[in-house]
């Protein structure tokens, strides 16, 4: 039974924690389900059922959203980390990915680069010279620039948190491109979601980018397997992963993912 740390008489105590596990029993058959839905199938109100979620979410047992709620075991991201936190995040492993990924770059290539720390570390190994680089990501345009490589940066917004260009500019601006290859960083990704981000306008920015992309590659560390996001932007099997290690428990790996494993 879930515990709750609050005082009511008895009999209120076991009413709450009787409605608390027919929500969480609810869930086990739905990824999603909306205040209404679970008003109706438990027959209180609206408002008890707010109070309900609030309280399981913060007791840890599910995952509050705008109007309804998500399954716990589903491993969603809510809210995507600032750029320090994402920087601490196994680092060595998308350095690994980083200097594969910068392989793939050929001369007279046109590049897409997306915003993103392993994007970044990308930026940091890139020798080719000849290839001319579009990017939404104000860090990796000034990585690039140092370098003397030809850059160009779409028009748009900028997101202050990550200095990744966003907005209805910048996806107009990249439309008109058409890009041999291209990376993208990814918050999550599995196969039923594909690849998922926490923010609308970046998602927007992604699949823009890569419906224009001949070649595109998605750099995702082990640790980003069956993690979701509120917003898709591509589906799974419209990229392929470069990753350090494909985790054991999902099975046989896929035929788009290329394993980049340490030496």
């Not at 839905?37 to 109070?51: C, F, N, P």
Request: a negative charge; aromatic letters at 6%; proline letters at 2%.
């Amino acid at each position: 039974m879930i515990e709750i740390d609050y005082l009511l008489c008895h009999n209120e105590i076991m009413i709450i924690e009787k409605r608390w596990n027919e929500i969480l029993d609810l869930l086990e058959n739905h990824d999603m389900m909306q205040v209404k839905e679970l008003s109706d199938a438990l027959g209180v109100s609206e408002a008890t059922i707010r109070r309900d979620l609030v309280e399981l979410d913060r007791l840890g047992k599910l995952v509050k959203v705008h109007g309804g709620v998500l399954k716990k075991g589903n491993d969603f991201v809510m809210k995507d980390l600032s750029m320090s936190e994402k920087h601490n995040l196994n680092p060595e492993e998308k350095q690994r990915i980083a200097k594969y990924a910068a392989n793939l770059i050929k001369e007279e290539d046109f590049v897409y680069i997306d915003a993103g720390t392993t994007t970044e570390a990308l930026a940091k190994e890139i020798q080719v010279e000849s290839a001319t680089y579009v990017t939404n990501s104000l860090t990796v345009a000034r990585i690039l620039i140092q370098k003397g490589f030809r850059t160009i940066l779409p028009g748009g917004e900028v997101k202050t948190s990550t200095e990744a260009m966003i907005g209805s500019e910048t996806i107009e601006a990249i439309s008109r491109f058409n890009f041999t290859i291209g990376f993208f960083g990814t918050n999550g990704v599995n196969e039923k979601n594909g690849f998922t981000t926490p923010e609308m306008n970046e998602a927007m920015v992604k699949k823009e980018a890569m419906k224009h992309t001949k070649e595109p590659y998605v750099l995702c560390d082990h640790s980003k397997f069956q993690i979701i996001s509120p917003i898709s932007f591509a589906d799974y099997e419209a990229a392929t992963i470069i990753t350090d290690a494909y985790p054991k428990h999902l099975g046989k790996k896929t035929a788009n993912v290329l394993e980049v494993k340490e030496k």
